[in-house]
Nanobody, 121 residues
Framework: QVQLVESGGGLVQAGGSLRLSCAASGRTFSNYAMGWFRQAPGKEREFVSAVTWSGRFTVYADSVKGRFTISRDNAKNTVFLQMNSLKPEDTAVYYC??????????????WGQGTQVTVSS
């Protein structure tokens, strides 16, 4: 069984930064891609970013490109999402997921419980 635990969310002013972490346990973390998704109230879950198992390839949603950076440390079974220049529209619950590199949430088999990010204007 895989467990994913996110941390690092919080309240920040527009223009600020946050760094999310997702710690994985229970499976060979380094064999799988990791993704970040987010869900705002009343909206569907949307893709944010993903990184391949090696960390060599990354992909971003257009809405966060140039502001967010995904990375991973396979030695620590952890994936990160550095979020800079945050905007109020980035407010959402952020989820990490383990699976296959894709923007489709159906390609991910395991999900964390989510961490709230709130950006005030």
């Amino acid at each position: 069984q895989v467990q994913l635990v996110e941390s690092g969310g919080g309240l920040v002013q527009a223009g600020g930064s946050l760094r999310l972490s997702c710690a994985a346990s229970g499976r060979t973390f380094s064999n799988y891609a990791m993704g970040w998704f987010r869900q705002a109230p009343g909206k569907e879950r949307e893709f944010v970013s993903a990184v391949t198992w090696s960390g060599r390839f990354t992909v971003y949603a257009d809405s966060v490109k140039g502001r967010f950076t995904i990375s991973r440390d396979n030695a620590k079974n952890t994936v990160f999402l550095q979020m800079n220049s945050l905007k109020p529209e980035d407010t959402a619950v952020y989820y990490c997921a383990l699976g296959h590199p894709s923007g489709n949430p159906n390609e991910y088999n395991y999900w964390g419980q989510g961490t709230q990010v709130t950006v005030s204007s």
